[in-house]
């Protein structure tokens, strides 16, 4: 499988951004994906899960009201919408195939997207 995660960027505080990873090599359909981001210093953790068919999802509370994923199945592409940013959703966000749900992940992680909020 192979995760490319794009689009992450420099934003001021309580802006928006939003953030795509395309995924090959399985069948996308099928596989329900997650959004993880990793801070310096600090373990990756969870941000966001859905389902393969788009219906569910699943949030960190840190996140929840302000971030929204989305998946294309068509272009095997998961996206993360990222709303009114805070300087602690700065990391290195990255896509991952989800084993358990909600928020274990195969052990694969594609190359990542950095996002950084300023104050």
């Known amino acids: 499988v192979q995760l490319q995660a794009s689009g992450g960027g420099l934003v001021q505080a309580g802006g928006a951004l939003r953030v795509s990873c395309a995924a090959s090599?399985?069948?996308?359909?099928?596989?329900?994906m997650g959004w993880f981001r990793q801070a310096p210093g600090k373990e990756r953790d969870f941000v966001a899960a859905?389902?393969?068919?788009?219906?569910?999802?699943y949030y960190a509370d840190s996140v929840k009201g302000r971030f929204t994923i989305s998946r294309d199945n068509a272009k095997n592409t998961v996206y993360l919408q990222m709303e009114n940013l805070k300087p602690e959703d700065t990391a290195v966000y990255y896509c991952a195939v989800i084993r358990e749900w909600p928020k274990n992940p195969f052990d694969y992680w594609g190359q990542g997207t950095q996002v950084t909020v300023s104050s």
């Open positions: 090599g399985r069948i996308f359909s099928l596989d329900n």
């Open positions: 859905i389902g393969w068919s788009g219906l569910t999802t």
